[in-house]
Protein backbone atom coordinates (compact mmCIF):
# COMPACT_ATOMS: atom_id res chain seq x y z
CA UNK A 1 0.00 0.00 0.00
CA UNK A 2 1.29 3.54 -0.83
CA UNK A 3 0.19 6.55 1.26
CA UNK A 4 0.40 10.10 -0.71
CA UNK A 5 0.01 13.14 0.57
CA UNK A 6 0.01 16.46 -0.82
CA UNK A 7 0.83 20.16 0.19
CA UNK A 8 1.51 23.52 -1.43
CA UNK A 9 -1.89 24.71 -2.80
CA UNK A 10 -2.67 28.09 -2.07
CA UNK A 11 -4.47 31.18 -3.51
CA UNK A 12 -1.97 33.35 -6.03
CA UNK A 13 -2.51 35.78 -8.12
CA UNK A 14 -2.33 35.29 -11.90
CA UNK A 15 1.23 35.36 -13.18
CA UNK A 16 2.38 34.03 -10.12
CA UNK A 17 3.64 30.92 -8.48
CA UNK A 18 3.22 27.41 -6.66
CA UNK A 19 4.74 24.43 -5.91
CA UNK A 20 2.98 21.39 -5.07
CA UNK A 21 4.76 18.87 -2.71
CA UNK A 22 3.56 14.64 -2.73
CA UNK A 23 5.07 12.83 0.15
CA UNK A 24 5.10 9.41 -0.55
CA UNK A 25 5.50 6.16 2.13
CA UNK A 26 4.90 2.45 2.28
CA UNK A 27 6.37 1.50 -1.12
CA UNK A 28 10.00 1.82 -2.39
CA UNK A 29 9.90 5.51 -3.64
CA UNK A 30 12.46 4.46 -6.56
CA UNK A 31 10.01 1.83 -7.99
CA UNK A 32 6.93 4.37 -8.45
CA UNK A 33 5.81 6.26 -11.37
CA UNK A 34 4.34 9.53 -9.76
CA UNK A 35 1.69 11.74 -11.45
CA UNK A 36 -0.58 15.34 -11.14
CA UNK A 37 -3.77 15.52 -12.10
CA UNK A 38 -6.66 18.05 -11.42
CA UNK A 39 -10.11 18.63 -11.27
CA UNK A 40 -11.58 22.14 -11.93
CA UNK A 41 -14.65 23.14 -11.20
CA UNK A 42 -17.63 21.08 -12.81
CA UNK A 43 -14.95 19.08 -14.66
CA UNK A 44 -13.56 15.51 -15.02
CA UNK A 45 -10.12 15.21 -13.30
CA UNK A 46 -7.60 15.73 -15.96
CA UNK A 47 -4.11 14.13 -16.30
CA UNK A 48 -1.27 17.10 -15.83
CA UNK A 49 2.41 15.59 -15.64
CA UNK A 50 3.97 12.20 -14.97
CA UNK A 51 7.46 11.14 -14.05
CA UNK A 52 8.57 7.45 -14.55
CA UNK A 53 10.89 5.26 -11.78
CA UNK A 54 13.07 5.89 -14.42
CA UNK A 55 13.41 9.47 -15.20
CA UNK A 56 11.08 10.45 -18.35
CA UNK A 57 8.50 13.23 -18.20
CA UNK A 58 5.80 13.97 -20.30
CA UNK A 59 3.05 16.43 -19.91
CA UNK A 60 -0.49 16.95 -20.89
CA UNK A 61 -0.96 19.19 -23.29
CA UNK A 62 0.83 22.77 -24.86
CA UNK A 63 -1.50 24.44 -21.76
CA UNK A 64 0.68 23.09 -19.16
CA UNK A 65 4.05 22.75 -20.90
CA UNK A 66 7.25 25.19 -20.48
CA UNK A 67 5.06 26.44 -17.30
CA UNK A 68 4.82 23.19 -15.03
CA UNK A 69 7.93 21.25 -14.12
CA UNK A 70 7.05 18.01 -12.79
CA UNK A 71 10.04 16.67 -10.22
CA UNK A 72 11.43 14.31 -7.68
CA UNK A 73 13.84 13.74 -4.98
CA UNK A 74 14.09 9.91 -4.58
CA UNK A 75 16.25 10.81 -1.08
CA UNK A 76 13.28 12.60 0.23
CA UNK A 77 10.50 10.13 -0.78
CA UNK A 78 8.97 13.06 -2.54
CA UNK A 79 7.78 14.60 -5.82
CA UNK A 80 7.05 18.06 -7.04
CA UNK A 81 4.80 20.08 -9.30
CA UNK A 82 6.53 23.74 -9.94
CA UNK A 83 3.98 25.59 -11.45
CA UNK A 84 4.91 29.14 -13.03
CA UNK A 85 2.86 32.05 -15.08
CA UNK A 86 -0.32 30.35 -13.05
CA UNK A 87 -3.40 31.41 -15.03
CA UNK A 88 -7.04 31.67 -13.54
CA UNK A 89 -7.80 28.48 -15.98
CA UNK A 90 -5.35 26.30 -13.93
CA UNK A 91 -7.62 26.95 -10.91
CA UNK A 92 -8.64 23.53 -9.38
CA UNK A 93 -7.92 20.74 -6.37
CA UNK A 94 -4.76 18.99 -7.57
CA UNK A 95 -4.23 15.27 -7.02
CA UNK A 96 -0.97 13.41 -6.71
CA UNK A 97 -1.51 9.57 -7.68
CA UNK A 98 0.85 6.88 -8.36
CA UNK A 99 1.52 3.47 -10.11
CA UNK A 100 4.10 1.05 -9.77
CA UNK A 101 5.81 1.76 -13.05
CA UNK A 102 3.64 1.04 -15.95
CA UNK A 103 0.91 -0.23 -13.72
CA UNK A 104 -2.88 1.46 -12.98
CA UNK A 105 -3.07 4.57 -10.95
CA UNK A 106 -4.09 3.01 -7.89
CA UNK A 107 -2.60 5.11 -5.13
CA UNK A 108 -4.02 8.49 -4.47
CA UNK A 109 -3.87 11.89 -2.32
CA UNK A 110 -6.38 13.28 -0.40
CA UNK A 111 -5.72 16.45 -3.07
CA UNK A 112 -4.93 20.61 -2.78
CA UNK A 113 -6.56 23.76 -3.59
CA UNK A 114 -5.24 25.57 -5.87
CA UNK A 115 -6.85 29.17 -6.56
CA UNK A 116 -5.70 31.51 -9.18
CA UNK A 117 -7.24 34.95 -8.69
CA UNK A 118 -6.78 38.50 -8.77
Known amino acids: QVQLVESGGGLVQPGGSLRLSCAAS????????LAWFRQAPGKDREFVAQ????????YSTDSVKGRFTISRDNAKNTGYLQMNSLKPEDTGVYYCSARIKLGPFDYWGQGTQVTVSS
Open 26 to 33: GRPFNTLT
Open 51 to 58: MRWDGPTS
